[in-house]
């Protein structure tokens, strides 16, 4: 089945920053990578996904890249502002169940 | 876009009594809903998937006399805590799946927390 593994656990920048993420999988037939967003206290929240005919997406101040051959795929976040601060998931499917990656607290200093 | 709804956000209960939780697909029809465990500081842990009017496949090691899932519908799905114990103990979060988005989209509830006295 499926693994996802994601580095760093945490991450801790200043404010205006970037930050990346780093996720690999190991099922070549995943082709759908979200990236989600917890707050203390509630459910993950999309923040942006990508599809493996795709090499990039950008939405604003977020980034994510996809690495088919080498299975992997990065978050960026650029201009970063404390309200970024939570713990962030990547996950990959095959368009079955997701498989969600150990998670990154991000915390951003003013 | 696509809202999930989970009730209740909290709940305290007893130890030996069942709790259940409901997720509702408010604005899509959800064919496949998940239902995921989260302890303090760690990942989500799926524990079941569950298409409308089929039987729940669980993951191993969850038991499925103690975790009992039922979707009856395209917008209704429900997890039941039955004989809770203190190790029960945790965040529940669902998600369900709909053809809205070509089928990729993944909604997640926001989460019942679960404290078992």
């Known amino acids: 089945g499926e693994n996802v593994e994601q580095h760093p656990s945490t991450l801790s920048v200043q404010e205006g920053d970037s930050a990346v993420i780093k996720c690999t999988y190991s099922?070549?037939?995943?082709?759908?990578f979200p990236w989600y967003k917890q707050e203390l206290g509630k459910g993950p929240q999309l923040i942006i996904d990508i599809r493996s005919n795709v090499g990039e997406k950008k939405d604003q101040r977020i980034a994510v890249t996809l690495n088919k051959t080498a299975k992997h795929f990065s978050l960026h976040i650029t201009e970063t502002q404390p309200e970024d601060s939570a713990v962030y998931f990547c996950a990959a499917t095959g368009f079955q169940k997701l498989v969600f990656g150990t998670g990154t607290r991000l915390l951003v200093s003013p | 876009g696509a809202v999930v709804s989970q009730h209740p956000s909290r709940v305290i209960c007893k130890s030996g009594t069942s709790v259940k939780i409901e997720c509702r697909s408010l604005?899509?029809?959800?064919?496949?809903m998940f239902w995921y465990r989260q302890f303090p500081k760690q990942s989500l842990m799926l524990m079941a998937t569950?298409?409308?009017?089929?039987?729940?496949?669980?993951e191993q090691g969850v038991e499925k006399d103690k975790f009992l899932i039922n979707h009856a519908s395209l917008t209704l799905s429900t997890l039941t805590v039955t004989s809770a114990h203190p190790e029960d103990s945790s965040f529940y979060i669902c998600?369900?799946?709909?053809?809205?988005?070509?089928?990729?989209?993944?909604?997640f509830g926001s989460g019942t927390r679960l404290t078992v006295v």
């Open positions: 569950s298409n409308e009017g089929s039987k729940a496949t669980y």
């Open positions: 099922d070549s037939a995943s082709n759908y």
């Open positions: 604005d899509f029809q959800a064919t496949t």
């Open positions: 998600s369900a799946r709909g053809g809205w988005d070509g089928g990729y989209g993944y909604t």
